[in-house]
């Protein structure tokens, strides 16, 4: 079992940056494949970031290729997502996720292929 437990999200201006966290417990920790989702009302759940166990592959959808940044700290166990030059369209409630797997450099980016989950946080991004 893991337990994936997100930091608080908030309110940010446009503009604005936000730092997301995901502590996990119970799996070694490098071992987790890790992602980011997240959900805006009425809308499907949506691939943010991944990360494979070692850290040294990573993904990002288009939407937000170069304000995001996905990282990890094996050590800390804990796996954060590093967000820059934030619009309201990116105001959705955030989801961390997490897959054991037995290579560290596995990268998924597909909800369906994560079976842990956060209990999401919500970002709201607005003047």
């Known amino acids: 079992q893991v337990q994936l437990v997100e930091s608080a999200g908030g309110l940010v201006q446009p503009g604005g940056s936000l730092r997301l966290s995901c502590a996990a417990s119970g799996q070694t920790f490098s071992h987790l494949a890790m992602g980011w989702f997240r959900q805006a009302p009425g809308k499907a759940r949506e691939f943010v970031a991944s990360?494979?166990?070692?850290?040294?592959?990573?993904h990002y959808s288009d939407s937000i290729k170069g304000r995001f940044t996905i990282s990890r700290d094996n050590p800390k166990k804990t796996l954060y997502l590093q967000m820059n030059s934030l619009n309201p369209e990116d105001t959705a409630v955030y989801y961390c996720?997490?897959?054991?797997?037995?290579?560290?450099?596995?990268?998924?980016?597909?909800?369906?292929?994560?079976?842990?989950w956060g209990q999401g946080t919500q970002v709201t991004v607005s003047s």
């Open positions: 990360i494979t166990g070692s850290g040294d592959v990573t």
């Open positions: 996720a997490a897959k054991w797997t037995s290579s560290t450099r596995v990268s998924i980016t597909t909800p369906s292929g994560f079976n842990y």
